[in-house]
């Protein structure tokens, strides 16, 4: 946290405008190219964003930093940068309590961040660290995939529509690395499939006749999403979060998180959820 500034004394009064000079480098990032030059372009090379405030000279000083890096790494990784001030709801997305944030992204996934200021070498040894750690993994590196055998069986049982086998091959991948991504995806679709595949075939009518229920809104959703009615499953549960209040609010809240993370976060059904799950909450 050296160096980071807590965002609430950063709160732009109505109509303010920034005192501070913009970042020299780097796409600068908004709702509208969030999912194109962020999440689209972190599938092909490493994205790192900077969340910045024109009121930190701090944070400003530490994205030039960053740009000065990138034009010697020739396109090995891309930097954007995000003005909290300008778009507050980007902000929120990445959960940013303090400028400067940095988050590095790969695959539509963050997968490292920091507060505060750092000095180059420190910058320039976390860059390496995040170039060796994605090097061959996106569809910009030429490195071909090596899968082992025990990924493989479990996409087998997974194609096959053994669910119960799959699940458990995953799993056991899960219990060895804790941070494989397709493991633990795979291991919540599975969870998901089955779930669904349990419901009544009336729960979509039994949750319109009782839309205040929760349990059978849960059920309704999964359904609709089974039936390819993604934002219909979406739409449901966040009219939910707006009728409640305390311990239900979070509890739909959690499983329409739960849902988000079924997809690709790219996925521009999920970047319409989210956007209007943060209007419903705020």
Not at 28 to 42: C, Y
Not at 236 to 264: A, W
């Amino acid at each position: 946290m050296a160096g980071a500034v807590d965002l609430s004394a950063l709160k732009q009064p109505a109509g303010g405008a920034g005192g501070g000079a913009a970042p020299s480098g780097g796409v600068e990032i908004t709702e509208a190219n969030l999912e194109t030059e962020v999440l689209v372009r972190s599938t092909q090379v490493p994205v790192v964003v900077v969340l910045w405030s024109p009121r930190s000279d701090a944070s400003v000083q530490l994205a030039n930093t960053l740009a000065q890096l990138g034009a010697n790494d020739a396109g090995k990784w891309a930097l954007t940068t995000v003005n909290v001030d300008a778009v507050p709801r980007v902000a929120q997305m990445f959960g940013v309590q303090a400028v400067p944030t940095v988050v590095a992204l790969a695959g539509g996934q963050p997968i490292s961040s920091f507060q505060g200021m750092q000095p180059a070498e420190q910058l320039r040894g976390w860059l390496d660290s995040l170039l060796k750690a994605t090097a061959g993994k996106l569809a910009g590196g030429e490195a071909p995939e090596q899968v082992d055998p025990e990924l493989a069986k479990a996409r087998e049982h997974l194609e096959s529509g053994n669910f119960d086998a799959a699940r458990q091959a995953y799993q056991a991948i899960l219990d060895a690395n804790p941070n494989h991504a397709e493991a633990k995806g795979a291991v919540r679709q599975i969870a998901f499939l089955q779930r669904a595949s349990a419901h009544a075939p009336g729960a979509i009518i039994a949750a319109d006749a009782a839309p205040d229920n929760i349990e059978l809104a849960f059920a309704a959703a999964d359904v609709e999403i089974l039936q390819r009615n993604v934002s219909g499953a979406f739409d449901r549960l966040i009219e939910l979060v707006k009728r409640t209040t305390g311990d239900e609010r979070t509890k739909v809240r959690t499983r329409l998180i739960e849902l988000f993370d079924l997809f690709d976060p790219a996925d521009p059904e999920v970047i319409a959820g989210r956007r209007k799950l943060a209007n419903a909450l705020y």
